[in-house]
């Protein structure tokens, strides 16, 4: 991450960002130490449950992520509470993301069993889920999901857009 940050600040970029959420495992050892200012995934879709009004947020992503910190540490940032899925729905939605998403494949099956992991995360009291991997948003949103989405990968590019563009008209 540092490598890249460096090569980018050498390219003229004002900031930065990174679409892998999973990768923010390793935002506290970079930050501090960047050449640039990033923005974090995780901070951006917290800002965005807020501004929507969500209080508590189901975290999907491969199971790296969803038993990491990189989400609960943003979310209570800002007052979030949240859930993850069971142990053995973590490891079928990882399993699912990196041997069948990743690969192109895309069946009716996995929409349904997220559907089901999304629906027991509503019966937990939660009024939105996180798609916490760049690969859900191919088979999951708001029009098929048992709760409110948030994308993160485009919740970012939105963000990174709407800042590197906030001085352009100045």
Known sequence: MLDSAAKLARAGADFLICPDNTIHQAWHLVQERSPLPWLHIADVVAREAVRRGFRRLGITGTHWLVESDVYPRQLAAHGLAFVRPQPNERDAIGRLIMEELVCGIQT???????????????????????????????????????????????????????????????
């Not at 990174?160 to 352009?168: D, N, P, V, Y």
């Open 108 to 170: 009716p099956g996995q929409v349904s069993y997220l559907q089901g992991v999304i629906a027991g995360m509503k019966a937990q009291g939660c009024d939105a889920v996180i798609l916490g991997c760049t690969e859900l948003p191919l088979i999951l949103d708001d029009g098929n999901s048992p709760l409110p989405t948030l994308d993160s990968t485009r919740l970012l590019a939105r963000a990174a857009l709407q800042r590197a563009t906030a001085g352009a008209d100045a």
